[in-house]
């Protein structure tokens, strides 16, 4: 089974600049997370998913930040103007759903796309 | 409030020893779910464990095991005779299934380092 899938795995962009995160969560997986993790820290939510809806994205800075999932699968996080403190590893998650138990609520994550802003 | 602590920042050890990682947790929630995961150099983040509040069985899984005590709120991660391999960042989890989400409160992690 595929896990899920991240691009593009490292960029570099200049501040001010905008930049665009893309995800292709583990088939089948309803619920998407967008993580963000500053390093020497845990991740930390920025947005959850429920199949094209949004069900918390209290921590998401709507300033600069969006994401969408349009069709209830692939998903887009968006900066735009960046920050040098958006400096970060952008790790996105999936879950198969809640009602599934134990081995629903757990979380996958891919490897992570690496924003370093100058 | 959610929080999860990892008072150990970087562990050291020689290959063969055993280690133990510790993790505290607070939560108001009866229901909930722990959970431990590796984050190699690569960045991804590789699931071990899942346990659920009503099972405070220890679990044993090759060289890993978890020690879950809700009297101290602690889920400690114990590597037995330890490998290179094994060097990466580990995360403690918690996630409380009232809500419904899955919204994981990670601790601040703690990097093994097993040397050779």
């Known amino acids: 089974e595929a896990g899920v899938a991240q691009s593009p795995r490292y960029k570099i962009i200049e501040k001010r600049q905008s930049v665009a995160f893309w995800c292709n969560p583990i088939?089948?997986?309803?619920?998407l997370y967008w993580y963000q993790q500053i390093l020497g820290q845990g991740p930390k939510l920025l947005i959850q998913?429920?199949?094209?809806?949004?069900?918390?994205d209290s921590q998401l800075p709507k300033d600069r930040f969006s994401a969408e999932r349009l069709k209830g699968v692939d998903s887009t996080l968006k900066i735009q103007p960046a920050k040098l403190e958006d400096s970060a590893v952008y790790l996105c998650?999936?879950?198969?759903?809640?009602?599934?138990?134990?081995?629903?609520?757990?979380?996958?994550f891919g490897e992570g796309s690496w924003l370093t802003v100058v | 409030a959610q929080k999860v602590t990892q008072a150990q920042t970087e562990i050291s050890v020689v290959e063969k020893e055993d280690v133990t990682l510790d993790c505290v947790y607070e939560?108001?929630?009866?229901?909930?779910?722990l959970f431990w995961y590796k984050q190699p150099p690569s960045g991804e983040l590789v699931f071990l464990i899942r346990?659920?509040?009503?099972?405070?069985q220890n679990e044993i899984s090759g060289r890993y095991s978890w020690n879950f005590q809700k009297s101290t709120s602690s889920f400690n991660f114990t590597i037995t005779a330890s490998q290179v391999v094994d060097s990466a960042v580990y995360f403690c989890?918690?996630?409380?299934?009232?809500?419904?989400?899955?919204?994981?409160?990670f601790g601040q992690g703690t990097t093994l380092q097993v040397k050779p």
């Open positions: 088939s089948g997986h309803a619920t």
């Open positions: 989890a918690l996630s409380e299934a009232t809500s419904n989400t899955g919204k994981l409160i």
């Open positions: 998913f429920q199949n094209n809806g949004v069900v918390d």
């Open positions: 346990r659920n509040s009503f099972d405070e």
């Open positions: 939560t108001r929630d009866t229901t909930y779910y």
């Open positions: 998650a999936s879950r198969l759903r809640s009602s599934s138990g134990a081995e629903g609520n757990t979380i996958y």
